[in-house]
């Protein structure tokens, strides 16, 4: 019976790799089962070259084998009549023929299209080659992570509510100096977790703030400690509060946190535009603004961030509002955007009167062009008197 090792005991005629079976499988195997010492990488690497040197010194005497006996065979013939070869319809040419016809509208639609990219060719986090097939993909699964409309099942809280939450969020983000991917990810989870479990009114804001510190953990570099995230709330609920709060939005949502929220698609949307920095903050700002307005919820993130768009160009009257670039990158006509575009400029007419004031304020500075001061252009067609009534009772 074989005795037990104890640790600390030396270790006596132990062989390195030699009784590994996987090494008879490596090249020059029988040359290295008569060495005494330990086959190392530099050695390993030394013995696949020689191999590979063989290999490929065989494969072209093959090769030079085959053309003697082809030229060998070669033997003058009088001229024949030329072979008429009929292609049948199941061959890859007319596979190939059949999909260009597929694409010719797509291929039309890039011609007409500025090459938005072209600047970005060397720059290897632009990835150029994939941007396209990614935001295809990101449209075709983002109704996956999309909130269902949920106020009828819960209770305690409504519209204001969820409202008067954003608001605080935004302001916290910004004390914060998170990143906007972390405010959006994080209506996101909160607006997720809502839909599938009713939540009492006290507990709200733990909601919120811990849907923050699920999304900046996820998003930024350094995120908020938790006791930050404590005295925030002015210390209405405690640390293990949070932390349990955490855990049970994460179940729920079974950990999915890779989605592509709004801001995703502002990214993309926003180059598009070819924008001054003017039109990029009033972008952005009203996209926030429709971050805090629950009726947003019935449209997709794509569709939110291209109306942003829109809206914003209307507002700064550029011409034309929209472009065959902006409809071939973002998928979406004039016409499409319109029901959307027309919550968001409704939206923005009342900023001035409303209560909550995170976003406007944090559009007035200078930094950001001071987009909240600019008024909605009076003639604007985003603010017919037909939109403003459908919209009344948000």
């Known amino acids: 019976m074989a005795t037990r090792r104890v640790r600390g005991d030396p270790v006596e005629n132990r062989r390195a790799l030699g009784d590994i079976g996987n090494i008879a499988s490596l090249p020059g195997a029988e040359e290295a089962g008569k060495l ?13 070259e020689n191999a590979n040197k063989k290999e490929v010194a065989k494969n072209q005497e093959g090769v030079r084998a085959v053309q003697r006996k082809a030229r060998a065979a070669v033997v003058v013939k009088p001229t024949q009549p030329h072979e008429v070869i009929v292609i049948s319809p199941d061959t890859n040419e007319v596979a190939k023929a059949k999909k260009n016809v597929t694409y010719s509208s797509v291929l039309n639609a890039r011609s007409k299209a500025l090459d938005i990219d072209s600047a970005d060719k060397d720059n290897d986090l632009a990835a150029v080659e994939y941007v396209e097939d990614m935001y295809s993909f990101y449209k075709e699964v983002e109704n996956e992570s999309k909130p269902q409309m949920y106020m009828q099942t819960q209770t305690e809280i409504n519209e204001k509510m969820r409202s008067i939450l954003v608001d605080w969020l935004v302001d916290v983000h910004v004390k914060f100096d998170l990143s906007p991917e972390t405010l959006y990810l994080t209506i996101n989870i909160i607006d ?9 009114r006290r507990e709200l804001q733990l909601v919120g703030v811990s849907a923050l510190l699920i999304a900046s953990k996820y998003e930024e ?10 005295y925030v709330t ?15 939005i994460l179940g729920n ?10 801001y995703v698609f502002l990214a993309r949307f926003i180059k598009a535009a070819v924008p001054d920095p003017e039109m990029e903050s009033m972008v952005h700002f009203l996209a926030e603004l429709g971050l805090m307005h629950y009726d947003a919820l019935k449209f997709c ?6 109306s942003a768009v829109y809206a914003a160009r209307c507002f700064l009257s550029k011409t034309p509002a929209w472009t065959e670039t902006l409809t071939f990158h973002t998928g979406y006509s004039e016409h499409e955007l ?3 575009s027309k919550l968001l400029a409704f939206i923005h007419s009342r900023v001035g009167e409303s209560k909550l004031r995170a976003v406007f304020k944090k559009y007035s500075k200078a930094e950001r062009c001071a987009v909240a001061l600019v008024s909605s252009p009076a003639k604007s067609p985003l603010l017919s008197s037909s939109a403003s009534c459908s919209l009344e009772k948000s």
Do not use: H
Request: proline fraction near 11%; glycine fraction near 0%; charged fraction near 20%.
């Open 192 to 200: 997720r977790f809502l839909s599938l479990k009713p939540v009492p």
């Open 36 to 48: 005494n010492r330990p086959l190392t990488r530099n050695f390993r690497a030394q013995l696949l």
């Open 234 to 248: 002015d210390n209405s609920y405690q640390s293990k509060q949070i932390l349990v709060m955490e855990k049970t």
């Open 338 to 340: 319109m029901d959307c």
């Open 301 to 306: 993130p794509s569709m939110l961030a291209a």
């Open 221 to 230: 570099i350094w995120p908020p400690q938790v006791n930050d995230l404590v």
């Open 253 to 262: 949502l079974e950990w999915y946190l890779t989605v592509p929220t709004q």
